[in-house]
């Protein structure tokens, strides 16, 4: 039975991963669950995989040399998949020092300790082994607003922001070791996500979070900046492809084809909301468009990102499956039906960070 290794997987991308992979392979594989449990690491996103056999979470930091080590040590990983990392840019303008900690030195921890438990005698590596380092578009930088450049592999690596700055030297790291020791990894650089589980303080779960409970829309800037939307499902089902039958040491984009205003965004979220629920339903007599309002703009904001995901089409035959208007359906219903999940992420420090992100 094949053993994967899954960092951060309580967090969005990570738990939406692990459902797909159990739906798809069921009892076949074995799935280790590493996550330190951050804001952003929630188990209630695993309460339906908990009890399967094949499924163990294991509390710790992938900053922990020793913790990872002797998981490695204990169990016969054949596939990690890194998705643990400080996520949300504007933390990272607020706060970069944990950014450079988790996603640059907790990347160097998790290469190091699969490197010491596959690496051979003589240098080569054990049969079969892969480490799949899930990164981002945001390391390409900004792209004119003008519709047409897109971010492909080759794009040189141009981060504005700490989370993109500590993304991109992490994936430098693994780059490193892909060149110096013919380690057995991948890097995928995937758009934004959205989907069910996502924590709401990236766009789209705030926007229909603040929708439901009449509170402001705080848009950044111009509201125009354009981001390449990929439902999260889809992006699951990229990164098993790729483990699958991509190429080893390559580096493959994974993008929606879909690019948004996200001034769009909230409007699609408003108009759908509308539509959604039912008159009876008291939370949509204040959802309107008077609820938009336009605030400081974010700090060294990017203007635009749009990947071509020519390669992974080209090469192992992945394409976006789900249209945004089918998405953002069933991501909006998803989160009307889970007011509890909400509440429950959105008790005690949300409050605290959202005061202070948004004071201004
Ligand atoms: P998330 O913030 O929802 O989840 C991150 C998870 O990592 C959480 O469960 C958290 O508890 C865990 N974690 C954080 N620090 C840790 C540590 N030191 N040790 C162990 N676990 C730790 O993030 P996400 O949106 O699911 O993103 C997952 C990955 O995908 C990240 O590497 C991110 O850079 C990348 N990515 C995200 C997007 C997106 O749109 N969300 C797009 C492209 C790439
Ligand atoms: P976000 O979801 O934080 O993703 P990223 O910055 O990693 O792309 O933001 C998506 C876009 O939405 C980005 O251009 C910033 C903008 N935005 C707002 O206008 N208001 C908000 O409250 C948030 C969180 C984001």
């Not at 069921?26 to 094949?54: C, W």
């Not at 163990?56 to 080590?69: G, L, P, Q, W, Y």
């Not at 706060?95 to 080569?124: H, I, R, S, Y």
């Not at 989370?163 to 995928?188: E, G």
Request: with cysteine; hydrophobic share 35%; aromatic share 12%.
């Amino acid at each position: 039975m094949r053993t994967y290794l899954v960092t951060g997987g309580a967090g969005f991308i990570g738990s939406n991963y692990i459902h797909y992979m159990f739906r798809k392979y069921g009892d076949s594989i074995r799935i280790i669950n590493v996550d330190v449990l951050t804001y952003a690491g929630n188990l209630e996103n695993l309460k339906d995989v908990e009890n399967l056999p094949n499924y163990t979470f294991i509390r710790a930091d992938i900053c922990d040399k020793e913790a990872i080590s002797k998981i490695f040590a204990e169990n016969d990983i054949d596939r990690v998949v890194h998705f643990a990392a400080e996520s949300h840019v504007d933390r990272s303008i607020r706060n970069p020092e944990v950014f450079v900690q988790t996603n640059v030195m907790g990347t160097a921890v998790m290469l190091n300790c699969a490197k010491t438990a596959w690496e051979k005698e003589d240098g080569t590596f054990k049969e079969d082994k892969k480490f799949l380092h899930v990164s981002t578009d945001e390391v390409y930088g900004s792209l004119p607003d003008d519709d047409s450049a897109f971010f492909y592999e080759t794009t040189p690596y141009s981060p504005h922001s700490p989370y993109s700055a500590s993304k991109a030297s992490s994936d430098m790291l693994v780059r490193s070791y892909m060149d110096t020791y013919h380690f057995p990894a991948n890097i995928t650089n995937c758009s934004n996500n959205y989907g069910p589980y996502q924590f709401p303080e990236k766009l789209i779960p705030l926007m229909i979070n603040n929708a439901l409970q009449g509170k402001s829309l705080p848009v950044y800037g111009d509201g125009r900046n354009v981001r390449d939307w990929l439902y999260v499902e889809d992006h699951a089902k990229a990164i098993d492809m790729v483990q699958e039958k991509g190429r080893l040491f390559e580096t493959y984009n994974i993008g929606g084809h879909n690019e948004k205003r996200n001034i769009e965004i909230i409007e699609i979220i408003l108009e759908t909301l509308q539509e959604m629920l039912p008159d009876s339903d008291p939370r949509k007599a204040h959802i309107n468009r008077d609820l938009i309002t336009y605030v400081q703009d974010r700090k060294g904001h990017d203007r635009r990102y749009a990947i071509a995901p020519d390669k992974i089409k080209a090469e192992i035959g992945w394409e976006p499956e789900t249209m945004f208007k089918e998405g953002i359906k069933k991501t909006i219903a998803w989160y009307c039906e889970h007011e509890d999940w909400m509440k429950n992420v959105t008790s005690g420090d949300y409050q605290k960070y959202y005061s202070e992100m948004y004071q201004s």
